[in-house]
C-alpha cells in the first residue's frame, strides 16, 4: 500500500452484526430458495445451498449479500444487456470492508486424511466470520477486527465439512455451536455460481490492493458481471464464474486523492494485463496443472473498468469486455443442439 494509514482502524461496524438479519430471512425462506438447513451435531447451522439441495439464483444473490457483511446491494440485471439476458450487479457504499473485510476468500481451512477419518478437506472461507477470527494478514493491514456472538462462513464445497474444521472455526471466532452458521455453496449450483459471480467488485478491490493502491482512498463501488449457467461439471462450472468477471466484469470505482493514482489505477486493474488473457480459465488452470499459484496474477480482475476521482471530478476508463469469446464458451450453436 502506498499509504500507511489503516483504512478501517476507525470503523466501528460490524459485518457479522449487519449479516445477521440477512441469514435469518435465508433461513426463513429456504424451502422457496432450494435449500436445506439443518443443525450438525456439534449444534452448528449448516445451509447446504446446492449439494442435496437444488439452490437457486435467488439464494445466490441473498449469500452474495451475506458475504459482503450486510454493506453490499446484489441483484439481477435482465434484458440482453451486452448480449448475454442475465447479469448480475453489485454496489457497496463500503467497498473495502464488503469485499475485503468480509467477501474474500482468503481463510484457508484444511484437514488431513488422519483428522478427518477420511478424506483430506480443503477450502477457502469467505465472509463475515473471517473477520471474527482474524487469521489473514489482511485484516492487519486493513486495521479491523470484529466482536459478535454470531458468525456467518461461507464454503465453496460440495461436501460437508469435517468436525474437526467445524471445531477449528468455533474456537478461532470465539463462537458457540448455536452462535456459527455455515453456508455450503459448490460451484455446479446455481446457488454457488451466482455468489461467485458477484464477487465482480470484490475481485476488483482484491487486484488495487495487489497493486499498492491506498485502499482508504476507495469510497464506493458498483459492478455488473454476466451470470451463466452452471456446469455439472466441477471445473468447467469454475471455469464459467470466473470468466464472467475476467472477460465481462465492469466495475466503476469512486476513489479520493491525487490524479495520477486514479488513472494508473484504471489503466493497470483491468485482466487484459495479464499475459494469460484471452483463454477460458478452466483451458488456464489446466495449463497450470491446476494450481493457482501458476497464473498470472494479473489475470484476476474484471474486463472492463472506470476510476472516477470524487476530489477533482475526473474519470478514467481501462480494459474491454470480450463477451464474444463468453458467448462461444456459453452458448450452443443450432447444429450442436441438434447432435446433443
Known amino acids: 500500500m502506498t499509504d500507511t494509514a489503516l483504512p478501517l482502524a476507525a470503523s466501528t461496524l460490524s459485518v457479522n452484526r449487519l449479516a445477521q438479519p440477512l441469514v435469518q430471512r435465508l433461513l426463513a425462506q429456504a424451502d422457496a430458495l432450494g435449500l436445506k438447513v439443518n443443525r450438525g451435531p456439534s449444534g452448528v447451522c449448516i445451509v447446504d445451498a446446492g449439494i442435496g439441495a437444488r439452490g437457486s439464483v435467488a439464494a445466490g444473490l441473498r449469500v452474495g449479500e451475506i458475504c459482503m457483511g450486510g454493506l453490499g446491494e446484489v441483484s439481477l440485471r435482465a434484458g440482453g444487456h451486452e448480449g448475454w439476458p442475465t447479469w448480475v450487479q453489485v454496489s457497496s457504499a463500503q467497498p473495502v470492508l464488503a469485499c475485503l473485510g468480509s467477501q474474500y476468500a482468503g481463510w484457508s481451512l484444511a484437514a488431513s486424511k488422519e483428522e478427518t477419518g477420511g478424506s483430506k478437506f480443503f477450502s477457502l472461507g469467505s465472509g463475515p466470520a473471517r473477520a471474527l477470527a482474524g487469521k489473514e494478514k489482511l485484516f492487519a493491514e486493513l486495521g479491523y477486527a470484529d466482536r ?19 471445531d477449528k472455526l468455533l474456537k478461532d471466532c470465539a463462537l458457540q455451536p448455536e452462535g456459527l452458521t455455515l453456508i455450503l455453496t459448490p460451484t455446479t449450483s446455481p446457488t454457488g455460481s451466482t455468489q461467485v459471480v458477484a464477487r465482480v467488485l470484490e475481485v476488483a478491490l482484491h487486484k488495487a490492493h495487489e497493486l499498492g493502491f491506498a485502499l482508504g482512498n476507495i469510497v464506493e463501488g458498483s459492478a455488473v458481471a454476466p451470470l451463466p449457467s452452471p456446469s455439472p461439471d466441477g471445473a468447467q462450472a469454475m471455469g464459467r464464474s470466473n470468466d464472467a468477471i475476467l472477460y465481462g466484469g465492469q466495475v466503476h470505482l469512486t476513489v479520493r486523492g491525487e490524479d495520477a493514482a486514479a ?53 478514467w476508463h481501462g480494459g474491454a469486455l470480450n463477451m464474444a469469446l463468453l458467448r462461444s464458451l456459453w452458448l450452443k450453436a443450432a447444429n450442436e443442439a441438434k447432435v446433443a
Open 148 to 166: 459478535h456472538d454470531r458468525g456467518v462462513l461461507v464454503l465453496e464445497v460440495d461436501r460437508m465439512p469435517p468436525q474437526v474444521v467445524i
Open 263 to 315: 488513472h494508473a489505477l484504471a489503466q493497470k486493474l483491468p485482466s487484459i494485463n495479464s499475459r494469460d488473457h484471452g483463454r477460458s480459465f478452466a483451458e488456464i488452470f489446466k495449463a497450470a496443472g491446476y494450481d493457482f499459484y501458476k497464473i498470472d496474477g494479473a489475470l484476476f480482475a474484471p474486463a472492463e473498468v472506470w476510476v472516477s476521482n470524487a476530489d477533482s471530478g475526473n474519470s
